[in-house]
C-alpha cells in the first residue's frame, strides 16, 4: 500500500481545518494510500514533517492550511533525494500557489481534485539559502507588505497588502540597486524590484500573466525612481497585467539573479521578511510535482 502525509495547520481556515480531515483521509484511502495525520503547533514543524516523509519514502504529502504551511511543506520537500508527490488544499487568506495551479479556493472543491490523477511538473525558486514559490521584492512597499498582520489579512484579505503598501506611497524613496541577471546588469534608482515565479502575488492573478508554474525563468521587473504621476499610471498597469508595458519599467527573464544594494535592505519572499540584501535566486525548474 502506498504512504501519504497529511499536514494540517489546524489554526488555518478560521480553525476549520481539522473539519476536513476525515474526508481527505477517506478519499486517499480510496486511492490506496496508508495516511498518516501531522498536525502542526509551532513554525517549521511542517517543513520537518516533510522532512521525515521524503526521508521515510512517502509516495504523497498534502498540505491542509495557508500559504505559510505550503511553503513550509515544500521547504522541507526540496533537495530531498526522494520527493513525493505534493496535494495543495488550500485554507489561507490568498493562496497564491494555489492559484498559479488552478486549484481551486474552495476546499471542498480542492479537496475533490485529491482524486485526479493528472500531474504538473512546477518550479522552485531558491532565494540565498531558503526556497519561495511566487515572489521576491526588494523595496519600501515590499518592506512594508511584510508588516501585514494575520488580524488584517484575515480582515480584508488580498486588499491588507495593497492598503499597507500605499501608506509607503506618501513618503516615496527609490533605493540604489544593482541587479545581475542571464542578459546583463542593471544599476540605478529603483522604487521597487519584483522576481515573480508564478501570475498570482497577494491574491492578484495579473501582475505577471506571462509566468508560468514551469517556464524556468523569474519575471523581473524593475520599477524605476518616477514622479508620483507615472507611479499612479504603473500602479493600474499592475493591476490590469501590463506592468511590462510601462516605460519606467525594466522587464526581463532570467533563470538566475543576484541584487546588491550600497543601502542597508531588507527583502520580501512569498509576502513574509527575507534577508537583508544582497540576495540571490535561482530557479529549480519542475522540481516538484503537483496534483492538479
Not at 499597507?164 to 524613496?173: I, V
Amino acid at each position: 500500500m502506498k504512504k501519504a502525509m497529511l499536514i494540517v495547520n489546524p489554526s488555518s481556515g478560521k480553525e476549520e481545518a481539522l473539519d476536513y480531515v476525515e474526508e481527505i483521509e477517506s478519499i486517499l484511502q480510496e486511492k490506496n494510500y496508508d495516511v498518516d495525520v501531522a498536525q502542526t503547533e509551532k513554525e517549521l514543524d511542517a517543513t520537518k514533517y516533510c522532512q521525515d516523509a521524503c526521508k521515510n519514502e512517502f509516495d504523497l504529502v498534502v498540505s491542509l492550511g495557508g500559504d505559510g504551511t505550503l511553503n513550509e511543506t515544500i521547504n522541507g520537500m526540496v533537495d530531498q533525494e526522494h520527493r513525493p508527490l505534493l496535494g495543495i488544499v488550500p485554507l489561507g487568506t490568498v493562496n497564491d500557489f494555489a492559484r498559479a495551479l488552478n486549484i481551486p479556493l474552495d476546499p471542498s472543491e480542492a479537496i475533490n481534485v485529491l482524486r485526479s490523477d493528472k500531474r504538473n511538473h512546477v518550479d522552485i525558486g531558491r532565494f540565498n539559502n531558503r526556497y519561495f514559490i511566487n515572489i521576491v521584492a526588494v523595496g519600501a512597499v515590499a518592506e512594508a507588505t511584510y508588516e501585514v498582520s494575520p488580524e488584517q489579512k484575515t480582515k480584508f484579505g488580498p486588499l491588507a497588502y495593497v492598503m499597507e503598501g500605499f501608506k509607503t506611497l506618501t513618503s516615496k524613496r527609490s533605493y540604489p540597486l544593482k541587479i545581475e541577471h542571464d542578459d546583463g546588469v542593471w544599476e540605478g534608482e529603483s522604487f521597487l524590484f519584483l522576481a515573480a515565479l508564478t501570475n498570482s502575488t497577494a491574491g492578484f492573478e495579473k501582475l505577471s500573466p506571462e509566468a508560468e508554474v514551469n517556464d524556468g525563468v523569474v519575471h523581473g521587473y524593475i520599477i524605476k525612481n518616477v514622479n508620483m504621476v507615472r507611479l499612479a499610471s504603473i500602479l493600474t498597469s499592475i493591476l490590469r497585467g501590463q506592468l511590462k508595458n510601462e516605460e519606467d519599467v525594466e522587464y526581463f527573464t532570467t533563470s538566475r539573479l543576484r541584487v546588491t544594494s550600497s543601502e542597508s535592505l531588507i527583502s520580501n519572499v512569498d509576502g513574509e521578511e527575507g534577508d537583508e540584501l544582497p540576495i540571490s535566486v535561482e530557479v529549480m525548474p519542475s522540481h516538484i510535482q503537483v496534483i492538479v
